[in-house]
């Protein structure tokens, strides 16, 4: 069976040696487990000194932390790369690398690559009033990081008088979040406002609607339960008063 890394020495005359990687090529969602191995094919293991894993053609090979392992197989003919939790940062093509002795000079042998592919992630979406007169639309753990947020009003309010405040930031998984703040004035209440999402991952701009109560009826239905109150009040007083009397 003829290798299918690449053939970069050649063994004692006619003996090729080559890196075979496993699997071909890998695509999975953040969080997910990559794991990856590669073969030296045609070499004796004493002739193969180190085994290095490298990422998009980096010359600094890939070290053992918290989220990637790197082990030698029994014998020093295999070696795999295994990586917890992938984040969107490490798509790119992983490279195994063999270093070894022919007729008692280093030579590097080299795999073709296997190519990692982190799918795009989708953002999660809330649009919520706080306290303070600010409108708040937020788009959570997305990928790619190019996103936009958009506003519409109702005809009667004036976004000319809007305030408006936007922040990215990269989250530990390397997702994205985005946040867009509207401060609320006068010709907002009493009308819908709509946050809009565009992204890569959407087939089409998605909308958040919120209605903001006009001042009125807010206070309306603050009022509400204290009239209900009162007026409890006023019959049980009123019913004390009359056995009272009798």
Known sequence: MAPVGLLLGILSGAVAVGVVQEPPSLSLSVGETALMACTIQGAPSNW?????????????PLQNDSRISITRGPGGHTSSLLILSVRPKDSGTYVCEALGLAQGKQVLYSGTGTPLLISNVAPVLHLREEPGGQLVCEAQRFYPPELNISWNFSAGANPAQETRNETLKENPDGTYTKTSIVTITEGLWGTEVICQVHHMTLPRPLPLRLYLPSPRVQLYHWLF????ILAAALIIGFCVAHFACR
Do not use: C, H, M
């Open 48 to 60: 193969i000194q180190f085994i290095y894993w490298k990422l998009n053609g980096s010359d600094a």
């Open 225 to 228: 339960p204290v009239r209900v």
